[in-house]
């Protein structure tokens, strides 16, 4: 059966229409809920790292790294039981689900850690404010590899698609 997104561009043209609007939708739905959660995951890596790097006295990028672990084991959890719900029954555990969520950020974290020591030690920038413009500029790819790779698939067909395609469920 065809992907939800290639359903909808290739159903009959009338309803083509309807069904990219309802795919769009169903993909920003989602993308609201990751970024709630990741502002949930933010705030904790951002107190993290202030204060292992204030308060610890360790150095940013150590802090940072520590501050990642919490975040992301946050993260995980809320989108497990809350973003990507309907999708928890693809996940054998919920600590394999949890490694697999690491490992799918260990690219986009090692570019966070290089942005945040490129824009403190190199342009000059505090630690806080490197740290904000790099988890910005990461966190599409981050959605993106969460939706299509842990949590394997694509939004749920809706019920004008699933009633196109013939199903009944």
Known sequence: FPSHDSFCTYSRFRWWRICSK???????????????????????????????????????????????LLAAT????????????????QIKSQFQGWLKFLASI???????????YLFTSKAGWHYLLSAFVALSLTSVVRYITANKWVWRGEAPLTI??????????
């Open 74 to 89: 946050c993260n995980y959890t809320l989108n497990y039981l809350w973003t990507f719900s309907s999708r928890k029954h």
């Open 160 to 169: 004008l698609e699933r009633l196109e395609a013939g199903i009944d469920k």
């Open 106 to 116: 260990v690219i986009t974290e090692g570019v966070y850690l290089y942005l945040v």
């Open 22 to 68: 309802q795919s769009r939708r169903a993909h920003l739905v989602g993308y609201i809920k990751y970024s709630l959660v990741g502002t949930v995951g933010a705030a904790l890596n951002f107190t993290a790292l202030w204060a292992l790097t204030e308060k610890a006295h360790l150095w940013y990028l150590l802090s940072a790294t520590a501050g990642i």
